[in-house]
């Protein structure tokens, strides 16, 4: 087995956000901000802290103010620069990327996830490489993606990120069918995407964390549809089963927000907010207060 360092990452940020809607007619859903940070920067440093180099964007009408976002902002630099505003030009800095580093392709039409990451295909060569979606935001000590960086340099194989779901929310995920249980890692012998309740076959869900093989882009060129009529990029990973290419389930140790619908949302602003030394005294006797106000409401 021939194990790459995986240095190339993709963000498929063409979906239409429809669950933000009226927001994300005019904004893109990777650009809502938790606390002061949109979603995209959390997946950008999950990225980098996980050792990847090369950034590619899957991108859609729309989309230019998340293009803009990593530009220079040389008027904003100037007047912090001039006011002597560091600590603030050190976090400007931080939205920077290297000349380079950062490519954008365009999926014309919202096909599926599947579809959006074959768009990137030609960027990605015959090297292993990251998918993120960076609507899931993961709070870890360790960033999620370095967590499976460093499982897949042991093990190799196709890697999905994996989390315990309760039963009646499995028709919402990817799911696995385990066929050996390792501990944080298990081996799969099928993957069955949003499948019903009593069909599921595990608890086990795939969330917005992937390292792949290129094999799995060569499966996506028969750009079959599936749940949803869409092209799911869940088939083309199952289809690796089987073959010499193992998938695993990695269950990342973390707290994982589906920022992609409201309440993930609401619940990751809370989180990342008390998290904030700046923020969490005010924040937390805030919230207090707002409970205690609802229980003597009802
Ligand atoms: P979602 O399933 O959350 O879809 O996509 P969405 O369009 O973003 O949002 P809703 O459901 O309409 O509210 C998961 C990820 O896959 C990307 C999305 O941008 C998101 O990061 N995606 C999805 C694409 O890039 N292209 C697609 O055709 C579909």
Request: aromatic share 8%.
């Amino acid at each position: 087995m021939t194990k790459h360092k995986v240095t190339k990452a993709i963000f498929p940020v063409a979906g239409l956000g429809t669950r933000f809607l009226p927001a994300t007619k005019s904004i893109p859903k990777e650009i809502m901000t938790l606390v002061d940070r949109p979603l995209i920067q959390y997946a950008i440093d999950e990225a980098r802290a996980a050792g990847i180099e090369e950034f590619i964007f899957v991108t859609s009408r729309g989309k230019s103010a998340l293009e803009d976002y990593f530009d220079r902002a040389p008027e904003l630099e100037s007047v912090l620069t001039r006011d002597g505003k560091e600590h603030l030009l050190a976090i400007l800095k931080q939205t920077n990327m290297e000349s380079g580093a950062i490519a954008y392709v365009r999926q014309h039409k919202a096909l599926g996830l599947g579809h959006a990451v074959w768009c990137a295909r030609r960027l990605i060569g015959d090297e292993p490489f990251a998918v993120m979606l960076p609507d899931d935001v993961i709070a870890a000590e360790k960033p999620c993606l370095q967590q499976m960086i460093e499982a897949y340099e042991d093990i190799g194989g196709c890697m999905v990120a994996a989390m315990e779901v309760a039963p009646a929310k499995a028709s919402s995920y990817g799911v696995l069918d385990i066929d050996k249980d390792m501990g944080a890692l298990v081996s799969v012998k099928g993957m069955v995407e949003k499948p019903k309740a009593a069909e599921a076959p595990s608890n086990l869900a795939v969330i917005g964390r992937y390292i792949l093989t290129p094999s799995v882009l060569t499966n996506l060129n028969r750009m079959k549809e599936g749940a949803g009529g869409e092209i799911q990029l869940t088939d083309a990973i199952a289809e690796e089963i089987g073959t010499s290419n193992t998938v695993y389930g990695y269950r990342f140790r973390g707290q994982r927000y589906d920022c992609g619908s409201k309440a993930g949302f609401l619940q990751a602003t809370v989180a990342f907010g008390l998290a904030r030394d700046e923020l969490s005294a005010e924040f937390s006797e805030y919230l207090h207060h707002m409970m205690a106000q609802q229980k003597a409401a009802q």
